[in-house]
């Protein structure tokens, strides 16, 4: 056997959902965060309702011979330029392996999204169903998170049996040509995650985990959200607006993926 190794890294809005996909030991859920997000919000400390504005964030994918390399993009189904634009599921096709190993910077670290919503019940839709911009799925290896600025990310480091292929599917079927899936080979570090342009609304980010929720952002929070500092009020949230015309097609991920630092940035796990 040729055994090789990959680390896979999830950045911003990645929600980790242990043994609730049935045949899916953990699965990561990036909710569909590319359009603009508002509303209203209180927790129990809070003397009134509080309007958000949440810029929208795009999810990527890119692979690098170590996490400090120079990036390659990569293409494949829902996949261009490393924008994903078509809602994917992931997995490493050829990893090998016991059982996933969680250590205790991801277990005790990793904030639990249920944690911030009362009676906490996640969308069939969301986390099932493939309404979502990307799912990656994994069956072994070692769990483990780390601090970035202030936000948390967690990498997943597999064996594979040669070297790394990446399975990118299609979540919805494309007519008349079936659902359209391919083995892309990757560097040892892939990088998986989702950005905004710039963080200037960034501290109540953390509310997109919410949206893996059945009911969707709920008006109500048992908590402040996590990571959260001085929110956003309502002139500052319109005068983002103008950021749409930002061409985020002409960016490259690694222009934008290493900006999510703020704790609101910080993936978060299920249960």
């Known amino acids: 056997m040729n055994t090789h190794q990959v680390t896979v890294e999830f950045r911003g809005i990645c929600t980790h959902f242990r043994d609730t996909v049935p045949g899916v030991p953990h699965r990561v859920v990036i909710p569909r965060s590319s359009s603009w997000n508002a509303g209203f919000i209180r927790w129990p400390d809070s003397e009134e ?4 504005f949440l810029p929208p964030h795009f999810s990527y994918l890119y692979c690098k011979d170590e996490q400090q390399g120079e990036p390659q993009h990569l293409q494949g189904p829902g996949v261009l330029n490393s924008w994903i634009y078509g809602g994917v599921r992931l997995q490493i096709a050829n990893a090998i392996g016991p059982a996933l190993d969680y250590r205790r910077s991801f277990d ?17 839709d969301v986390v099932l169903g493939g309404r979502a911009e990307c799912y990656f799925d994994a069956f072994c290896g070692i769990v483990a998170s780390y601090l970035y600025g202030n936000a948390w990310r967690t990498t997943i480091t597999m ?18 040509t079936g659902v359209p899936v391919a083995n892309v080979p990757v560097r040892p570090y892939v990088v998986v995650g989702n950005s905004s342009q710039d963080t200037t609304d960034a501290s109540l980010d953390f509310l997109w985990h919410l949206l893996t929720c059945r009911e969707g952002i709920p008006q109500e929070l048992a908590q402040l959200p ?3 500092g001085t929110a956003p009020g309502p002139q500052r949230g319109s005068q983002r607006v103008a950021k749409l015309e930002v061409p985020y097609w002409d960016l490259l991920p690694w222009d934008i993926a290493d900006i999510e630092t703020d704790a609101s940035c910080s993936n978060s796990q299920y249960p």
């Open 49 to 52: 309702p509080m309007l958000y």
């Open 108 to 124: 005790e670290e990793v904030p639990k999204v249920a944690g911030y919503v009362p009676a906490y019940q996640y969308s069939q």
């Open 159 to 176: 064996e594979t049996d040669g070297p790394p292929q990446l399975q990118i599917t299609l979540l919805q079927q494309r007519r008349g």
């Open 226 to 228: 996590y990571g959260a």
